[in-house]
Structures are given as C-alpha cells and as structure tokens.
C-alpha cells in the first residue's frame, strides 16, 4: 500500500527559484493538506483541501500555492523561494468527514540557499 | 492563547518508568482526539485515538476530560524504543469540514 507519497525527499534550492513539491494519496481521502515543521515550532498548516477544486489557506500561506485538479494529487508551488522557507514539509490525507485521523507522507526536507 | 497546548519537555524517565503526558485544548466544540508518534526527522504516525471512556493499547493508555479541557497519555513499563516526540491532535467541525490542530509534541527520552 503507497498510503501517502511525497517526491522530492530532498530538494536545495537557491534563492528566488521556484518548484513544486509533489503529494499523491491512493486512499480515496477528500481532505488534504501541507504543513511545515520547524525545531521547536511543531506542525503549521500552510494550506489544504477538502476536496478536488476546493482549497483553503492555512496558518502560513504566504510563498505557497496549492491547486486539487484530482482527488489523489495536491502539488505545493514555492513561488519564489526564500531562505526563511527552509524546512520540513510534511503532507498529509484523511477522509473529509466524521474527524478521522490523518495519514502522513515521509516529506520533503527543503533547503533554500 | 494557543489552541492546542502540551508541554515540550523533555521527559527524561529510566526504562521501566510509568510517564504521563498531558495537552491541553482551547475549543469546547472539539470532536475528536489523537495521539502521534514523531521519531526523529520521520513523519508523525498515529498512536491512538482517545475516547470518551478512556482506551488502552498495550502499556499506551489515552483518556479525555472533556469538562476540563484536556487528554492524557500514560506510558507504562516505558522502553527505550518509546524516546520520540508525541503530539496532541485535537480535531473539530468548522464550515462543515473537519479542522485540525496539531500540539508542538512533548518529547520522551527513556534512559537504559
């Protein structure tokens, strides 16, 4: 079972450039989102999905776009990438309704010199 | 005042100790409650969910107060494959679809 899928597992970048972190779920979830981890920040949702052409901001959206063409996929574009965007991102799946627990990609480790 | 709120530790406890952990939430409408496992540079992994009543797997046990706003985890006979950080999910229904909230972890570490 693939679950959660997270390409690329590493990625520098230097500044100003932009890329698209890939997330892809073969469970059927509605709900999808990205987070970022930070030491000594925890999890922080940058934007999610409840559904295909559905998406929402999260708590730190600014630098990121999402799109949901599909219910398996939700690409997260760096736009312009900055030094403060180095981090952990984490991207995760869960069914939309009745609060089930969400499944977790390995993520992508993201350093932007 | 944050939503979700643990302590981050560390709990530094001997192999064989019992430890508990408390997370704290803000929003009296929360539904449903988790419990993570976070090893170092991975991916959080579900632990348990917690219930009403009270839920035991193995030496994990999860309860929730919901008059006083918080869940617990309690890990007996504590081994030291158990050192990782574990964070509090706390979910619940806003515009119709669930919202969820992440603790920053409370980090373990069993000493041989």
């Known amino acids: 079972n693939a679950g959660v899928t997270q390409t690329p597992k590493f990625q520098v970048l230097k500044t100003g450039q932009s890329m698209t972190l890939q997330c892809a779920q073969d469970m059927n979830h509605e709900y999808m989102s990205w987070y970022r981890q930070d030491p000594g920040m925890g999890l922080r949702l940058i934007h999610y999905?409840?559904?295909?052409?559905?998406?929402d901001q999260g708590e730190v959206p600014n630098g990121y776009n999402v799109s949901r063409s599909t219910t398996e996929d939700f690409p997260l574009r760096l736009l312009s990438a900055a030094p403060s965007q180095t981090s952990v991102y984490f991207c995760?799946?869960?069914?939309?309704?009745?609060?089930?627990?969400?499944?977790f990609g390995d993520g992508t480790r993201l350093s932007i010199l | 005042r944050k939503e979700v709120e643990q302590d981050p530790g560390p709990f530094n406890v001997p192999e064989g100790a019992t430890v508990a952990f408390n997370c704290t939430y803000s929003?009296?409408?929360?539904?449903?409650f988790f419990w993570y496992r976070q090893d170092c540079r991975k991916e959080p992994k579900l632990l348990m969910s917690?219930?009403?009543s009270g839920n035991e797997d193995g030496r994990f046990t999860a309860q929730l107060n919901r008059a006083s706003q918080y869940i617990s985890l309690l890990i007996r006979d504590s081994k030291l494959s158990d050192s990782a950080t574990y964070l509090c999910v706390v979910n619940r229904r806003s515009g119709g679809y669930q919202k969820v909230t992440f603790g920053t972890g409370t980090k373990l570490q069993v000493i041989p």
């Open positions: 917690v219930y009403s």
């Open positions: 929003n009296s409408a929360s539904q449903s």
């Open positions: 995760a799946s869960s069914y939309s309704k009745g609060n089930q627990p969400q499944h």
């Open positions: 999905s409840v559904g295909a052409g559905i998406t």
